[in-house]
């Protein structure tokens, strides 16, 4: 994040108005200052002067920190119940809403001057952000934001974080990106995200939802919640606004937002953009992007049928918002390689493809697309991030070991958990001929790059653009470029072959 710009003064009364505006009831207990320098929700960084948000937590309740604040010199703390404890406070009904809308406020209103799209789903969040942002480039100056970090209007990318920030963090990533130039921002957004209200101070001109599948189970009580969670994202839907819909999963087929412009995207001739004449080759796709009553080709420099899904949704977007199917489809001819989405990052003497596919789906479609354009075997590594939903691990550890020829277990982000417990949970009532457990990352890239002969492929899954590790509380630094490049022979700034399983 870069985050250079600084938060405006801002006034109670203003604070007070666009809390009552978003129907969050504010009331103030006490006399608060005049105005506020800056907006906090992290006890840690509160300054004189600042408007501290109390939000409550899965782990931390922020009314815990309330003494501590004003002893840090907080004029006012924004709470959903009032303490007695001679600060003034700003009583309200879900303070993780407020927090959003104030963000918004403190940050100069940044959405006001941007077109905004939100992306959501369970796979294909990053590639089509990443396509849409390129395509809308067309029209003007965009950026996104989102799990691959943030993309400049130059195209650059920052350091990834969180997949959608927090309310203060995103308002002031916008707000930087806008004084950039940028004229359109792309967002993921995610279920945490939709769930925790960290979007809610923003209206969106475009909205998408891509695929649905298990995922975050460890967050979410069930599959439903987690649908739910995703479908808050038309609630923020602007009226008049547009609303690109996957046609093909079955999640959202009763999607079809009131006072707004729905666009169903799909494999099928039945749905409002749709590929006819696709063409599955080893360095992407070709089809004829049609529309009704429309046709323009289109030469996709990403693999899968997966991404072809992706570049629709994105061609939706572009659609809704006044691009001709033309420009569309010469922009998604052009698009530049997906850090981390089915990207190449060796030819010889082995072909080496990382990609951050993470969940039973994504391993699904990734495996499955490169059997098709490898014409000798598959040897996949793959592990499961610790703290996350253990019940897709043996889903995952299935889906390896049925369509990688030669299939390594491995760990990935283990955090709290004991790797070796993880991998031993993936491959439960398995035949033990059917995998090899390497615990140690960096030992089973080698292993499989030992594994492989001149028309094979090496799949690193799981990790993708992530340049670390985290084990226990500690992030260590792990490429697996850069893994790949010391242990073969091979020169730095292979082709890359772009595209994702995200």
Request: with cysteine.
């Amino acid at each position: 994040m870069c985050r250079t710009l600084p938060q405006r003064t801002t006034t109670n009364q203003q604070i007070e108005r666009r809390l009552a505006d978003a129907g969050l009831e504010p009331r103030w207990r006490g006399v608060p200052p005049a105005a506020f320098a800056a907006l906090r929700s992290d006890s840690r960084l509160v300054g004189d002067g600042d408007l501290f948000c109390a939000i409550p937590g899965t782990r931390v309740d922020g009314h815990d920190f309330l003494d501590a604040v004003k002893r840090a010199g907080a004029g006012a703390a924004v709470v959903e119940r009032v303490i007695d404890i001679g600060l003034p406070q700003l009583a309200v009904r879900d303070a993780r809403a407020a927090v959003s809308h104030l963000a918004t406020l403190f940050a100069g209103d940044p959405g006001e001057a941007l077109k905004l799209v939100g992306i959501t789903g369970t796979n294909g969040k990053s590639t089509t952000a990443w396509l849409t942002r390129w395509v809308l480039e067309e029209l003007g100056p965009a950026a996104a934001l989102g799990t691959l970090g943030t993309v400049s209007i130059d195209g650059e990318v920052g350091d990834p974080g969180l997949t959608t920030p927090d309310p203060i963090d995103l308002a002031l990533e916008l707000a930087t990106l806008r004084a950039s130039g940028a004229e359109a921002a792309v967002l993921e957004v995610s279920s945490h995200a939709l769930d925790q209200r960290r979007a809610d101070g923003f209206s969106f001109d475009a909205v998408a939802f891509t695929s649905f599948s298990r995922e975050h189970l460890e967050y979410h009580p069930d599959l439903e919640a987690y649908r739910e969670a995703k479908l808050r994202l038309l609630e923020l839907l602007a009226p008049g606004g547009v609303c690109a819909v996957n046609d093909d999963e079955s999640a959202w087929k009763g999607i079809s937002p009131a006072n707004a412009t729905t666009l169903r995207y799909g494999f099928e001739p039945t749905a409002d953009l749709w590929p006819d004449q696709l063409t599955l080759e080893a360095g992407g796709s070709r089809f004829t992007l049609r529309a009704p009553g429309e046709a323009a080709p289109v030469s996709l420099p990403l693999p899968a049928d997966f991404n072809v899904r992706n570049a629709l949704a994105a061609a939706a977007v572009a659609r809704g918002l006044g691009m001709s199917l033309e420009r569309i489809a010469a922009r998604l001819s052009a698009a530049p390689p997906v850090p981390g989405r089915m990207e190449v990052i060796s030819r010889e003497p082995v072909l080496v493809i990382r990609d951050f596919a993470h969940n039973p789906d994504s391993c699904e479609r990734a495996l499955s697309s490169l059997r098709q354009i490898v014409p000798g075997r598959v040897i996949a590594l793959l592990g499961c991030g610790g703290d996350r939903d253990p019940g897709k691990r043996p889903q995952m550890g299935t889906i390896l070991t049925r369509l990688a020829d030669v299939a390594i277990v491995t760990s990935d982000n283990p955090r709290s958990e004991d790797p070796s417990d993880i991998c031993r949970q993936m491959v439960v009532g398995l035949p033990a001929d059917s995998y090899e457990i390497v615990v140690d990352r960096r030992e089973a890239i080698a292993r499989g790059l030992a594994e492989a002969g001149p028309a094979d492929a090496v799949a690193l899954l799981g990790k993708g653009h992530e340049t670390y590790q985290i084990i226990g509380e500690k992030r260590l630094p792990f490429d697996e470029r850069r893994i790949v490049e010391d242990l073969l022979p091979v020169r730095p700034g292979a082709s890359e072959l772009p595209g994702g399983a995200a």
